[in-house]
């Protein structure tokens, strides 16, 4: 690229670095100046941006299931109910998003090696299906999915999120993973299948430990995406102990009894670990999105 | 002729049934957890099933009805109206957006570019119902953020109604949306500016070409395909927006942010539990959306490479 010059065009660039970055950060600092307050301070000055005080009781409630309840909730005669199964919720949230990612690479792995190395009508017919098939918008999955899993029994099971989600994120991981085998060079394969590799065990052996860069790329991918994925387990699991992060955040909209402190303190427990997943792994996750949008 | 299939030990599987066999697990989710529903919700559609249907188990065969109910609905072309101007309005900001931030960060030599480019996919890592939720508290008439920031400094004098005004509410649920999926657009626009050859844009600095004849004549021709992925992947995820309308407006006020998918999530789990017209109106958002998919398979997927 060109470098820039002149003061003014340099001043220019400055300023909009300035207006991106607020852009940016503005809803996150928003969310910290609100969880750090309680109700009455940010209902005293309507008028102030900076905080009033310096708290960690929202998180404290939320983080003892309600017990230690601190200064600013010590009165309080509510707190949702919803709130007090925070750790579950994270539990649940674990549960589902590591087993996604997990089922996610591996049937993904499987099938993006045969996408990209044998060239079949119905392996290119596959990959068709699988671009077609990350288009599909989950409500119009999720009723028939509820119907069926109402009638199997697997409503309120994290079984059945886990399936749903990995059925609906997995031609995403093929995808994402496909292009990447596709630049492996295929001798090496045929050079161990001479040494007496089997077609498996050279896949399994030669090819997984080159591509351990593209299944890092496409499996923090996944985990993100299922750890933010609400409306599969909103209508799956609607009893309190099946709930995942999303849902209980998704449970405080519309409570009039709720302030912003608590829901801002709750929004920044949930967010944190993609947070610190992205800012550690940019350069995958960088990788991986631009993977999986063209054919590389 | 395919080499008949042999089990046996030392034996090599060939390479076709072996592709076959690594693709078994995929084939059998796509097939029960993908292909199934999409069909079962056709036939959900043409068919009665409400929350008494649903509990005997027994849907009667209602043919078009459900469609013709949904395609008569005023709220239905609402929802739809809105879906259009929101994916509209979205897409378009992002593409310019992405292009012209882009760039920002691609500059050299300019040290807060840099600054911008480690946070740039901050935004992808928070939850879409959070983000709902944080922008919630921004727009909030009496306490909200925006109108403190905005009071403070002198630049209102009157609190606005950020998300409760019919006028302005979809556009208050746009921000946020394309806040959070910004980041996708701008790396894949920052990934294709790393192929374009700098030799091109030497060659046009001897031949004294401006600023912006280099981004009009060389940039911009070159970024074309990219934006085209750019376009159609984010037409068809807008037109899916749920997250965003269910923490910040619900639909409200009044029908001015229903969209499809809202729609579609509102008559068949809210009461009274249309699932046959909740089925027939998500089908019809997904053949909207599979139009799309076929125009990216067939054109934009295969030719670009970054």
Redesign the interface.
């Known amino acids: 690229m060109m470098r820039v010059k002149s003061p003014v065009a340099r001043l220019m660039f400055h300023l909009a670095n300035l207006m991106v970055i607020v852009f940016i950060l503005l809803p996150l600092v928003a969310t910290f100046i609100a969880s750090i307050q309680s109700e009455k301070a940010l209902q005293a000055d309507t008028r102030r941006v900076t905080p009033l005080e310096f708290t960690l009781d929202n998180f404290t409630v939320i983080l003892t299931k309600g017990e230690q309840r601190g200064r600013i909730f010590e009165q309080a005669t509510y707190l949702p109910e919803n709130i007090k199964h925070f750790y579950a919720a994270s539990l649940n949230s674990t549960i589902v998003s590591v087993s996604v990612t997990f089922l996610t690479l591996l049937f993904g792995s499987l099938s993006a090696y045969t996408i990209a190395r044998q060239r079949y009508r119905w392996t290119l017919f596959l990959l068709q299906a699988n671009i077609v098939a990350r288009f599909v918008p989950v409500i119009v999955l999720m009723i028939p999915l509820y119907i069926v899993m109402r009638s199997l029994g697997q409503l309120n099971t994290l079984t059945g999120v886990i399936v749903a989600e990995t059925a609906f994120l997995l031609p995403y991981a093929i995808l994402i993973l496909a292009p990447y085998f596709d630049t492996i060079p295929g001798e090496l394969e045929e050079a161990a299948r001479i040494d007496g590799c089997t077609r498996f065990s050279a896949f399994v052996h030669i090819v997984l430990p080159l591509a351990t860069p593209a299944l890092a790329a496409c499996g923090v991918i996944m985990f993100i995406i299922s750890w933010h994925e609400l409306l599969i387990p909103l209508i799956l699991n609607a009893r309190p102990d099946f709930m995942t992060l999303p849902v209980i955040i998704a449970s405080l909209v519309g409570d009039v009894h709720v302030f912003f402190n608590l829901m801002m303190a709750i929004c920044l427990l949930a967010l944190l670990p993609t947070v610190v997943l992205v800012m550690l792994l940019q350069k995958y996750i960088v990788e991986g999105l631009a993977a999986g949008a063209v054919k590389g | 002729m395919r080499p008949p299939f042999r089990w046996g030990r030392g034996r090599?599987?060939s390479?076709?049934w072996?592709?076959f066999f690594?693709?078994v697990?995929?084939?059998a989710?796509?097939g029960?957890?993908?292909a199934?529903?999409?069909g079962?919700?056709v036939y959900?559609s043409l068919h009665r099933?409400r929350l008494a249907d649903?509990r005997r188990?027994v849907f009667a065969f209602a043919g078009w009805e459900n469609y013709s109910r949904v395609l008569g609905d005023p709220l239905f072309w609402v929802a739809v109206k809105n879906t259009l101007i929101f994916t509209a309005v979205t897409v378009s900001s992002e593409i310019v957006l992405a292009v012209?931030?882009a760039l920002?960060i691609?500059?050299?030599?300019?040290w807060?570019?840099r600054?911008?480019r480690?946070?740039?996919?901050?935004?992808?890592?928070?939850?879409?119902?959070?983000?709902?939720?944080?922008?919630?508290?921004?727009y909030?008439f009496?306490?909200g953020?925006l109108?403190?920031?905005l009071?403070?400094t002198g630049l209102i004098h009157e609190r606005i109604n950020w998300a409760g005004n019919p006028d302005t509410a979809l556009y208050a649920v746009a921000v946020?949306y394309v806040?959070r999926t910004l980041p996708?657009a701008i790396?894949?626009v920052h990934?294709a500016?790393q192929g374009i050859p700098r030799e091109l844009?030497e060659q046009a600095?001897v031949d004294g070409a401006r600023?912006w004849h280099?981004f009009r004549h060389i940039t911009l021709p070159m970024l074309r395909q990219?934006l085209a992925?750019?376009l159609v992947?984010r037409t068809?995820f807008a037109?899916?927006v749920?997250?965003e309308i269910?923490?910040i407006t619900?639909g409200g006020p009044g029908d001015a942010t229903w969209v499809s998918?809202w729609y579609?999530?509102k008559i068949?789990?809210a009461p009274p539990n249309n699932?046959g017209m909740?089925?027939a109106s998500?089908?019809i958002?997904?053949l909207m959306?599979?139009l799309?998919?076929?125009v990216?398979?067939r054109t934009v997927?295969?030719r670009?490479?970054?």
């Open positions: 090599e599987l390479a076709s072996f592709a690594m693709n697990p995929t084939l989710f796509l029960v957890v993908l199934y529903p999409i079962y919700a959900l099933v649903l188990g012209a931030i920002l691609n500059q050299a030599g300019i807060t570019s600054i911008t480690s946070l740039i996919l901050l935004p992808y890592a928070i939850p879409p119902i959070a983000n709902g939720l944080i922008w919630t508290f921004l909030s009496q306490f953020f109108n403190r920031i009071l403070s946020p806040w996708f790396i894949l990934a500016l844009y600095s600023a280099r990219i992925v750019i992947l068809a037109f899916s749920f997250e269910l923490a619900q998918a579609s999530y068949t789990f699932f909740g089925s998500a089908f958002l997904a959306v599979g799309m998919a076929v990216y398979m997927y295969r670009v490479t970054l």
